[in-house]
């Protein structure tokens, strides 16, 4: 393969260097900031370029909004990003980029380098189209998404009647579905309007709400 490797770390990039040479795959470009990993990406068309997250001058995101760039100007281009630690407000912002655009997206940690063998097979997953996502990144996706959904506090009954609304049923049809009494779904409803914090207001335009909530999550 051919690769650009961008990473500030004199070390970290030349041992990469000589990995990937060692490897019989070609760098065509080794460099330390995110100008020079665009300019080296719309310059060399790689099969696969490795992005360190952090690069001057702030060191906080200039990689990942380097990688995003090379990615608009060079469609699919396959893009695998190196973090020290897990930072998931990078990883979304890097697979929003997969919706878009296609191509191969990566995200690892920096210590999975040291397992040799895993690294490189990630590496021709992605240039060879595929998402690989460190396996502790995966876990604090899920974490923050479950954090974040407003239909986690519903019990399964709720969710029950929840997905019956959305289907349009009145709550006498749902009633009739779940074999339960009219006032036990009057109750799971008030409770799914509580929990999904809707103000008080008409109980159809409650529902519109509700439904919208379930159906976006």
């Given at each position: 393969?051919?690769?650009?490797?961008?990473?500030?770390?004199?070390?970290?990039?030349?041992?990469?260097?000589?990995?990937?040479?060692e490897?019989?795959?070609?760098?065509?470009?080794?460099?330390?900031?995110?100008?020079?990993?665009?300019?080296?990406?719309?310059?060399?068309?790689?099969?696969?370029?490795?992005?360190?997250?952090?690069?001057?001058?702030?060191?906080t995101?200039e990689?990942?909004?380097?990688?995003?760039?090379?990615?608009?100007?060079?469609?699919?281009?396959?893009?695998?990003?190196?973090?020290?630690?897990?930072?998931?407000?990078?990883?979304?912002d890097?697979?929003?980029?997969?919706?878009?655009?296609?191509?191969?997206i990566?995200?690892?940690?920096?210590?999975?380098?040291?397992a040799?063998?895993?690294?490189?097979d990630?590496?021709?997953?992605?240039?060879?189209?595929?998402?690989?996502?460190?396996?502790?990144?995966?876990?604090?996706?899920?974490?923050?998404?479950?954090r974040?959904?407003?239909?986690?506090?519903l019990?399964?009954?709720?969710?029950?009647?929840?997905?019956?609304?959305a289907?349009?049923?009145?709550?006498?049809?749902?009633?009739r579905?779940?074999?339960?009494?009219d006032g036990?779904?009057?109750?799971?409803?008030?409770?799914?309007?509580?929990?999904?914090?809707?103000?008080?207001?008409?109980?159809?335009?409650?529902?519109?709400?509700?439904?919208?909530?379930?159906?976006?999550n």
């Amino acid at each position: 393969m051919r690769i650009v490797i961008a990473d500030d770390a004199v070390l970290l990039r030349e041992g990469l260097v000589r990995l990937l040479t060692e490897s019989g795959h070609q760098v065509v470009a080794a460099v330390g900031d995110g100008d020079a990993l665009v300019e080296a990406v719309v310059e060399h068309r790689p099969d696969v370029s490795i992005v360190d997250v952090r690069m001057p001058p702030t060191h906080t995101d200039e990689g990942l909004r380097a990688a995003v760039e090379a990615r608009r100007l060079v469609p699919r281009t396959p893009i695998l990003v190196l973090s020290q630690y897990v930072e998931v407000s990078y990883a979304d912002d890097l697979l929003a980029t997969a919706g878009g655009s296609g191509g191969g997206i990566g995200y690892l940690l920096k210590d999975r380098v040291a397992a040799i063998e895993e690294f490189l097979d990630a590496l021709r997953r992605v240039a060879a189209g595929g998402t690989v996502l460190d396996p502790e990144v995966v876990s604090q996706l899920f974490a923050r998404r479950r954090r974040d959904d407003p239909l986690r506090e519903l019990t399964p009954r709720e969710r029950e009647v929840l997905s019956l609304m959305a289907e349009g049923r009145s709550n006498t049809a749902i009633a009739r579905a779940l074999v339960v009494s009219d006032g036990a779904v009057e109750k799971h409803v008030r409770n799914i309007f509580t929990k999904l914090t809707l103000p008080p207001d008409t109980e159809q335009h409650r529902r519109v709400l509700a439904v919208l909530t379930y159906l976006r999550n």
